[in-house]
């Protein structure tokens, strides 16, 4: 079955610190994946994607994410938190075009909080 | 440019009836997806719209139903609520049916009670 696991329910991180989450993904096909970031009562956007190419790719808000196809795994990575990075952060795997197999699965989201 | 314009942005109804939740999807955006986000929980897939017709479907009983207008824009339509339909929707517009093309709107908080 198709499915996206983020282990971490919730992350304190200290401002300034390094952030790393997890995501694990299982997807027949080559998947496409994708990080959000929902902050309280909002949308979801866009931090980056992954189609093909580079495994490591770069994204918005200084966000970088490495895919490892051994390893099922599509990490999303910052060098340094700030306090306005304290959101929740999903992650989602599609193939790319639509139908109700073509369209996103999402983890359950890690709730990121920063400290001052 | 204008986003993904979804209304009403909150709304309380009780159960058994029924709700409409409209979206407007980005200008020259073809295709309209639907998810439900359940609190705590990463958004569900519900229907995806392209060029007026239905290209897939999610796991959800037929209760649930959605149309897209020659404008693009869309309706969610939920018949006989219950407790358990109480969510944020979440519309998504495309340029085309490729999901890669994604753009979120705000959502639609429904409480039903």
């Known amino acids: 079955a198709q499915s996206v696991t983020q282990p971490d329910i919730h992350i304190t991180v200290s401002e300034g610190a390094s952030l790393e989450l997890r995501c694990n993904y299982s997807?027949?096909?080559?998947?496409?994946l994708f990080w959000y970031v929902q902050s309280p009562g909002q949308g979801l956007q866009l931090l980056l994607k992954?189609?093909?190419?580079?495994?490591l790719v770069q994204g918005i808000k200084g966000f970088e994410a490495e895919f490892k196809r051994s390893q099922s795994s599509f990490n999303l990575r910052k060098p340094s938190v700030h306090w306005s990075d304290a959101a929740e952060y999903f992650c989602a795997v599609g193939r790319g075009y639509g139908g109700s197999q073509g369209n996103l699965i999402f983890g359950k989201g890690t709730k990121l909080s920063v400290k001052p | 440019d204008a986003g993904v314009t979804q209304s009403p942005t909150h709304l309380i109804k009780t159960r058994g009836q029924h709700v409409t939740l409209r979206c407007s999807p980005i200008s020259g955006h073809k295709s309209v997806s639907w998810y439900q986000q359940v609190l705590g929980q990463g958004p569900q897939f519900i229907f995806q719209y392209y060029e007026k017709e239905e290209r897939g479907r999610g796991n959800f009983p037929d209760r649930f139903s959605a149309r897209q207008f020659p404008n693009y824009s869309s309706e969610l339509n939920v018949n006989a609520l219950l407790l358990g339909d109480s969510a944020l929707y979440l519309c998504?517009?495309?340029?085309?049916?490729?999901?890669?093309?994604?753009?979120f709107g705000s959502g639609t908080r429904l409480t039903v009670v």
């Open positions: 992954y189609f093909s190419g580079d495994t």
């Open positions: 998504a517009s495309s340029l085309d049916d490729r999901v890669y093309g994604y753009t």
């Open positions: 997807y027949g096909a080559t998947p496409y």
